[in-house]
Each structure stands twice: as C-alpha cells, then as structure tokens.
C-alpha cells in the first residue's frame, strides 16, 4: 500500500527558533498534501492544503507567515514553523492522496512531535 | 461541511463485534461516507468509504441506512489492537479535504 513518511518523528526546540518538518510519499506521486495539527486530547484540525508547485491553501486562522509550506516536488512536502514557541507544540501530521487517481483513501503520516521550551 | 454525530466512547470485549454508529442527516447526495481510526500517538488510518451501498473489506464492514442519514461501522471481531479513535467523516468526491470531528473512542477489554 501507499506510504507517507513524516521526518522528524519527534522534535524538542528552544523558542524563537523555526522547526522544518518533511512529508514524503515513498511510493507514489502526490500533487496533494494536507497538513494537519492535533493538540492532546483534541481531533485533528487542518491547517493548510499544498499543491506541487504553486502556493499552499490555508485554513481560516493559520497564519501563512507562520507556518511555511513548499511542495517542490511530487513526493515531498515541508511545513517549517518559524519563530516557534511553546504554544506551536503541538502533533503536526501530514496526508496525501495519490495523482490521477480517486480511491477514496488519503494516506497518514506517522505524525511529528514538536516540543517548544 | 455537512456534520456527522458519534457517540463519544464505547467498550467492547475482546473477540466480540464492534457497532460505532454515526449520524449525517444533513448528508449530500454526493457525499461519500468515510471511516478513518486513529491508534494512540499515531497518524490516522484508512479504514473503509462508501456511497450508498453496504461495503465490506478485511479490516470492517459499512452498513448505510437507505435514506443514507445514518451509518455504522462494524468491526466483526475486536481485538487490543483495535482500540483507537474512530471517525466518521463526509466527503465529497470533488474536495480531498477531511474535516474529522470528536471521533468515538474505542475501548477492547482483554
């Protein structure tokens, strides 16, 4: 089946500074990918939809100067949070359909863990 | 977004079937009903989707009411391993966004 593999798995960081975190599809090509944050006890909520090689969608009340998303490729997708501080910590998890294709099923990342101090 | 209502939490024991029900009276005509369950500290998981008619694979059957207000999702033999969050989501076919709301929580008793 298709694989979406998020990196890092986890990540602790000092505030001020900005996390990159990568979303790759390992065995398809993916034109569409969502990104998703969850805090403890709470569903998911999606913050933004990247689109290969044009700008991300966002969700009313992300801010895009925030949370940089660049989808350059058909297999990787990244979502940097810049100037974090401890209220970002948070699940990030990405999602990906595979192109050209409806099956009906998006395929999950295993999530990343961020941690600001 | 069409909503969809899920009881917040059920108990089953190991090796019994699984009944999570959910409710969409506001469903679409296009909507697709989709089921993805979440295991503890992990992304989630595809777990089944349909339009009208009843769906089965190796991971859970999808029994949808004939007036497709209403679904529920069957797991026919529970084991540890299914304990997680389930969610009931609408989609449409035009749109890959999924909106998931409060899930149910599944709990399977040794």
């Known amino acids: 089946g298709a694989v979406v593999s998020q990196h890092p798995s986890w990540v602790i960081c000092k505030s001020g500074t900005s996390v990159k975190i990568e979303c790759r599809s390992l065995d398809f090509q993916a034109t569409t990918m969502f990104w998703y944050r969850q805090f403890p006890k709470q569903s998911l909520m999606l913050m933004a939809t990247?689109?290969?090689?044009?700008?991300?969608?966002?969700e009313q009340g992300v801010e895009k100067d925030k949370f940089l998303i660049n989808h350059a490729s058909l297999t990787l997708s990244t979502l940097t949070v810049t100037s974090a501080h401890p209220e970002d910590s948070s699940f990030y998890i990405c999602?990906?359909?595979?192109?050209?294709?409806?099956?009906?099923?998006?395929?999950f990342g295993e999530g990343s863990r961020l941690t600001v101090l | 977004d069409a909503k969809t209502t899920q009881p917040n939490s059920m108990e089953s024991n190991e090796e019994e079937p699984v009944h999570l029900p959910c409710n969409h009276s506001t469903i679409s005509g296009t909507d697709y009903i989709h089921w993805y369950r979440q295991l503890p500290s992990q992304g989630p998981e595809y777990v089944i989707h349909?339009?009208?008619s009843n769906v089965n694979n190796r991971m859970a059957s999808l029994a949808i009411a004939e007036d497709r207000k209403s679904s529920t999702l069957i797991l026919h033999r529970a084991t540890l391993r299914d304990a997680a969050v389930y969610y009931c989501i609408l989609r449409d076919p035009s749109d890959y966004k999924l909106s998931f709301g409060a899930g149910t929580t599944v709990t399977v008793r040794a």
């Open positions: 990247s689109n290969e090689g044009s700008k991300a969608t966002y």
């Open positions: 349909g339009l009208t």
């Open positions: 999602s990906a359909r595979v192109s050209g294709q409806y099956t009906g099923e998006l395929f």
